[in-house]
């Protein structure tokens, strides 16, 4: 199966789709974390200079604070720097708090606690300095130059703290950028990868849908058609789940039970309570083995349905496994009791047919032989009386005796060929390969006696050897040369032609159209002929075209012709032009 036709597929498909998304929703929070982090960062790092300006304003009062006192002599310009000591210490331990994680400033921030208590001290020594009795100007004025050299050094370590924050954010704000530069790019890209394949997925599912509904259209109108099939068919169906132990009954299932669809649970106890009490044991070996067999053969029950009817069922079934190595045994059970009556009936008729059979040959032999015995004493006296007391008898009486020869002489040629029909019914055939050239000289011979006399030329082309009943086919050309003969011209000799060929069955319209192969001979002849349209009755028996003063015959001959063709799996016609002869086709199977 192809892979886009599969349901694996969508499988790929959908796992793709939701790594894709954890990888979108990876970036995008390695994203947010980055802006976060950046984010924190610049906002440390405003906070961090201003706690540094602070930090500088907060020594800045110390230092004026002491620079007021000093030129007014008034304590009140000593409380900012009375409290800067404590506001300085705040300030630093802040920004200790907010560089923590930076080394360098940390360092900075080190030495700038130095010259803090080193900018204190000399602040502090010179106060101490003024307030003593009888201080020196030089050295008052020599601290206050170290202390402005002290602040100056602030200023400048605070500003390079300033500017080592403002690097630090200069490049977390450079790695920032770098990811949001190729973050945008790449998130599109997964989304539209995403979209794609959420868009195959999506035309796949509804053609999906589509076939599904097809499909689902389709078993619903089969599994109607199912059901009408078992009820037209007479049979039902029934499944066995092998692995859950479970049966399944079709509705018609139950309506060979005589019971209605559904009516009662599907499973083996139910089923068996209909079961003919003498069929019971047959049925339980049959399907005791059920489980370890792939197969159950044919076998025939019976069932007592509800109103008491005996009825004839044939069930067999098979193991197919549907989907997960999940194997179902299924069955069909048909009611087969036409059939069987059909048989019981076949079988009487069969014996009936048997019966007619023996008397028939009782009949044949009564015709063989206590028939002909009183018509041989007949022709006997009637011989005698002529020979010896013809002359004694009256016109009349002569006339009556002349009747009598011709009546028995037709009786005896009717019985001969009634026993040469019913000979042509018998069910032994010995069927052998047969020279029809030899069996055709064999019927010359058998009629040299009217070839002669009617000076009839016969006149043949090669004809092949058939399997067939030589002895049948012999007569066959006896009969219908021999009507050749009795009906040809006066003071014409007859001609009778026997051509050969091989032929398919759809090239002559009264054969079946099946394209099998036929062997066809034709016998035609130049004599009196006969209307088409009695081209079937002829074949009738005891059919004559003719009064039997014209020509002599008992209307047998041709019906005799048909039944050994028919005994051959072949056809016979005939064709006639009135007045210009007539055409016998003969049609074997080709074997």
Same mark, same amino acid.
């Given at each position: 199966?192809?892979?886009? #036709? ?30 976060? /982090? ?29 620079? &007021? ?19 300085? =210490? ?34 502090? =020594? ?14 008052? *004025?020599?601290?206050?130059?170290? &202390? #402005? +050299?002290?602040?100056?050094?602030? $200023? ?41 394949? @959420? ?37 039902? %169906? ?26 009662? +649970? ?8 209909? @079961? ?15 489980? !370890? ?37 299924? &069955? ?18 069969? $014996? ?25 004493? @007949? ?46 019914? /018998?069910?032994? /055939? ?13 019927? #010359? ?5 009217? @070839?002669?006399? =009617? ?26 040369? &021999?009507?050749?003969?009795?009906? %040809? ?7 009778? /032609?026997?051509?050969? *060929?091989?032929?398919? !069955? ?26 088409? +349209? ?31 063709? +028919? ?25």
């Amino acid at each position: 199966m192809q892979l886009h #036709k599969s349901p694996l597929f969508l499988k790929i498909i959908f796992i793709v789709s939701l790594a894709i998304i954890f990888f979108i929703g990876a970036i995008t929070f390695k994203h947010i974390t980055v802006l976060k /982090k950046t984010s924190t960062w610049i906002s440390k790092s405003y906070e961090v200079n201003i706690e540094l300006e602070r930090l500088l304003s907060h020594v800045k009062d110390a230092e004026t604070g002491q620079r &007021g006192y000093l030129l007014s002599k008034n304590k009140s310009f000593l409380k900012p720097y009375d409290d800067s000591n404590e506001e300085i =210490k705040k300030s630093y331990k802040r920004v200790a708090e907010l560089t923590v994680n930076s080394r360098a400033q940390q360092r900075n921030l080190k030495k700038l606690q130095y010259l803090i208590s080193r900018h204190l001290n000399y602040l502090s =020594k010179t106060l101490y300095l003024v307030e003593s009795k009888g201080y020196n100007e030089k050295i008052v *004025s020599t601290n206050l130059v170290t &202390g #402005k +050299e002290a602040m100056d050094s602030i $200023r400048v370590e605070i500003e390079e703290m300033i500017t080592t924050q403002k690097n630090l954010l200069q490049y977390r704000q450079n790695d920032y950028n770098s990811t949001m530069n190729y973050t945008p790019l790449l998130i599109y890209l997964t989304l539209l990868i995403t979209l794609i394949l @959420i868009t195959i997925a999506f035309i796949k599912m509804n053609r999906d849908v589509v076939l599904l509904k097809n499909t689902v259209h389709t078993l619903s109108v089969a599994i109607e058609v199912n059901n009408l099939s078992e009820i037209i068919g007479n049979f039902g %169906s029934w499944q066995l789940n092998l692995e859950t132990g479970t049966y399944t009954f079709s509705d018609n299932q139950y309506r060979l039970l005589g019971c209605e669809p559904q009516s009662f +649970e599907a499973c083996a106890h139910e089923y068996l309570k209909f @079961i003919h009490p003498d069929d019971l044991e047959i049925l339980t070996e049959k399907t005791q083995n059920i489980k !370890s067999h792939n197969i159950l053969p044919p076998f025939t029950y019976r069932i007592i349905r509800e109103n008491g009817e005996v009825r004839y069922l044939k069930s067999m079934g098979q193991i197919v496994t549907i989907s997960s190595d999940n194997k179902t045994f299924i &069955g069909t059970t048909r009611d087969i009791t036409s059939e069987i009556d059909d048989q019981i009936l076949t079988e009487e008729r069969n $014996r009936e047919l048997e019966s007619n059979n023996k008397e028939l040959s009782a009949f044949n032999y009564i015709a063989s032989h206590d028939l002909q015995e009183p018509l041989r004493k @007949i022709e006997t006296f009637i011989s005698r009386l002529v020979s010896k007391d013809f002359n004694n008898i009256s016109a009349s009486g002569q006339q009556y005796v002349g009747s009598i020869q011709k009546s028995t002489n037709r009786m005896r040629v009717l019985i001969e060929d009634l026993l040469q029909f019913s000979r042509t019914n /018998k069910t032994e /055939k010995n069927v052998v390969n047969a020279d029809l050239n030899y069996l055709l000289e064999n019927a #010359k011979h058998d009629l040299a006696q009217a @070839i002669e006399e =009617k000076k009839a030329i016969i006149q043949s082309n090669n004809l092949p050897t058939l399997h067939i009943i030589p002895f049948q086919i012999q007569q066959l050309f006896i009969n219908i040369i &021999g009507n050749s003969l009795k009906y %040809s011209k006066k003071d014409v000799a007859p001609i009778i /032609k026997l051509t050969y *060929s091989q032929i398919v !069955s759809n090239e002559e319209e009264f054969l079946p159209n099946t394209h099998h192969c036929y062997h066809k001979i034709a016998i035609e002849d130049n004599g009196i002929g006969f209307e088409q +349209e009695y081209a079937k009755n002829i074949f009738v028996l005891f059919n004559r075209l003719h009064n039997k003063n014209e020509y002599q015959g008992t209307g047998i001959g041709l019906a005799i012709c048909k039944k050994i063709v +028919e005994n051959h799996k072949g056809f016979i016609t005939a064709k006639g032009n009135l007045g210009v002869g007539s055409q016998f086709n003969i049609y074997l199977p080709v074997e």
